[in-house]
């Protein structure tokens, strides 16, 4: 059963969307046939994406622990995708029942679950809007009801860059959001990468999905922490931003840059 205010007219299943490929890869169940064709077609493309997706997940559960426990207490999720528990919201009270979340997402499918997800929840919420966007972001009534921007915030982009182009801006669009912040806020990113490997036919299955892949090396990622101090290890691989354990050898073909960053 779809969640309550879902509309099926809103969603276009005839393309495969990368936050489906995503929930099909970590075994969910919010997705179509086009979506786990398409993901099987990645895993065949690009065999460690399963495990990196994994390894990515980890590390978004890792940074929540991080910047709640440097103190923050207000989070904005953009490009949450799918929720998949345990949740930005559901770590972070873990440690600190009163840190207010927001999450944003440009498809309408993110935002029906969501909203059956986070009812009750208190002071998260979750807004329909598109990272390309910032100011209308950063202008939602909903976004402004529960942050204060008047205090620190942490920015979660956790694989969400490489879906936009060189021509969308992607470093203006990270710059308008830092800008945006309170010193002492931080900035969380994750970003696929071709370092490691030929990603090609990898990048042909995103192709054809509502959003393409956009691969970029190390030294077109990190300037996106600009007027951020990385904490260390600095920016690497999404499985060695502090691990819980040490990661197996093969965790080393993981294509995904992650780091996060403390505005000074």
């Known amino acids: 059963m779809p969640p309550q205010g879902f509309r099926f007219e809103e969603i276009d299943v005839s393309k495969p969307h990368p936050a489906r490929i ?14 786990r064709r398409a993901g099987e077609a ?11 997706l994994r390894a990515n997940r980890a590390f978004l559960q890792r940074a929540v622990r991080h910047v709640v426990g440097d103190g923050i207490r207000q989070i904005l999720d953009i490009g949450t995708g799918l929720p998949t528990s345990p949740n930005v919201h559901e770590t972070a009270h873990e440690t600190a029942p009163d ?8 498809d309408p499918i993110v935002r029906a679950h969501a909203d059956a997800l986070l009812s009750g929840a208190g002071a998260t919420s979750i807004v329909l809007a598109d990272v390309r966007d910032v100011q209308t972001i950063l202008d939602h009534p909903d976004v402004r009801r529960v942050l204060d921007f008047g205090r620190p915030v942490a920015v979660f982009l956790v694989a969400v860059l490489h879906f936009l182009t060189d021509e969308e801006r992607p470093r203006q669009i990270v710059a308008a959001l830092r800008d945006a912040l309170p010193s002492g806020s931080y ?6 990468t071709g370092d490691f490997n030929d990603r090609t036919d990898a990048q042909a299955v995103y192709n054809k999905a509502t959003a ?11 300037p996106f922490f600009d007027g951020f101090t990385l904490a260390e290890p600095g920016l690497v691989q999404v499985p060695f931003w502090r691990p819980d354990m040490s990661p197996p050898a093969r ?5 995904i840059y992650a780091g996060v ?4």
């Open 212 to 222: 393409g892949l956009n691969l970029r090396p190390y030294a077109e990622i990190e």
């Open 22 to 35: 995503y929930d099909y890869l970590l075994g969910g169940k919010d997705n179509y046939e086009v979506d």
């Open 99 to 106: 840190t207010r979340v927001v999450y944003v997402d440009n």
């Open 251 to 255: 965790y080393k073909e993981v294509g």
């Open 261 to 264: 960053g403390r505005k000074d």
């Open 42 to 52: 990645l895993v065949a493309a690009a065999p460690e994406a399963r495990i990196g």
């Open 187 to 192: 900035l969380v990113l994750s970003h696929a």
